[in-house]
């Protein structure tokens, strides 16, 4: 088996070969949805025939993207396929990017909400680390006691040479 990912582009016919690897809220918004690829970023590395790692991102209409679900097998962890992943997906967000005319760069933000047990959280967060997000986040309840939500997000810079 060849080392060396092949990373495609998740169609709704891909979903349910990969349903295990998607977080299942995800899952199933996309499920639900008659076109994915107008609304999200669906990514997956392969090794042969046998999918390794996932990546949903949600694009928003100022450029802005949320990584919804980030995921790669165990097996495959700290070989930098989830980052792999993430750098295909700020290539294509740039592909996509709809620029003013005369505009020649701008900033946009990677974002990410998550609640993850500490067992996850930590390897997670240095995930996002390795991969520029700079701000981090915890969303308290109302009483501001127990966590409920965390966020990161990350600052990518998008330039264009032609027009």
């Not at 639900?32 to 999918?51: A, G």
């Not at 990677?110 to 680390?129: A, H, I, S, V």
């Amino acid at each position: 088996m060849s080392l060396i990912p092949e990373y495609r582009e998740i169609t709704k016919n891909d979903l349910n070969a990969l349903k295990q690897m998607i977080l299942p809220d995800i899952y199933e918004e996309l499920m639900e949805q008659e076109e994915i690829d107008t609304e999200y970023i669906c990514l997956s590395s392969w090794l042969s025939d046998t999918p390794v790692g996932v990546l949903i991102a949600d694009t928003e209409d100022d450029g802005n993207l949320n990584l919804l679900s980030v995921w790669t097998d165990p097996i495959y962890r700290r070989m930098g396929i989830a980052s792999a992943l993430k750098d295909k997906m700020t290539e294509v967000a740039l592909e996509l990017y709809d620029w003013e005319p005369g505009q020649y760069g701008d900033d946009i933000l990677l974002k990410t909400m998550y609640c993850l047990r500490d067992e996850y959280k930590e390897p997670f967060e240095e995930w996002l680390k390795k991969n520029d997000f700079t701000d981090f986040a915890i969303l308290k309840d109302a009483n501001g006691e127990k966590p409920q939500i965390c966020a990161a997000s990350a600052e990518i810079h998008f330039f264009r040479f032609d027009e």
